[in-house]
């Protein structure tokens, strides 16, 4: 079993930053794929980020250039840094994991089997 408790989510203005944090428990996850997706008020959860175990990233369209993910293998710990934060990121945050590494299929959410409980992003205009 993996534990994922993400935090570092808040209140931020627009064009301002956050860096969101998911620790790991329970096992190693060096080894594993990693996301963020997030679900916004009255919206199905979406993908926001993926970093294999080989450090290969992905973005969705609209985080690239703007997002950052990022592992510590070392702390166990999968990090998201948000820079220029828009309105439209107002969301909860959730960081999950991939332990069969579905590289082709990193965007789906049923590719993860452990999820975080999340932690809520607010960004005033």
């Known amino acids: 079993q993996v534990q994922l408790v993400e935090s570092g989510g808040g209140l931020a203005q627009a064009g301002g930053s956050l860096r969101l944090s998911c620790a790991a428990s329970?096992?190693?996850?060096?080894?594993?794929?990693m996301a963020w997706f997030r679900q916004g008020p009255g919206k199905e959860r979406e993908f926001v980020s993926a970093i294999t175990w080989s450090r290969t990233t992905y973005y969705a369209d609209s985080m690239k250039g703007r997002f950052t993910i990022s592992r510590d293998n070392a702390k166990n710990t999968l990090y998201l840094q948000m820079n220029s934060l828009k309105p439209e990121d107002t969301a909860v945050y959730y960081c999950a994991l991939d332990q069969y590494n579905r590289a082709n299929s990193y965007f789906a959410t049923s590719s993860y089997e452990y999820w975080g409980q999340g932690t809520q992003v607010i960004v005033s205009s």
């Open positions: 329970g096992r190693p996850v060096s080894n594993y794929g």
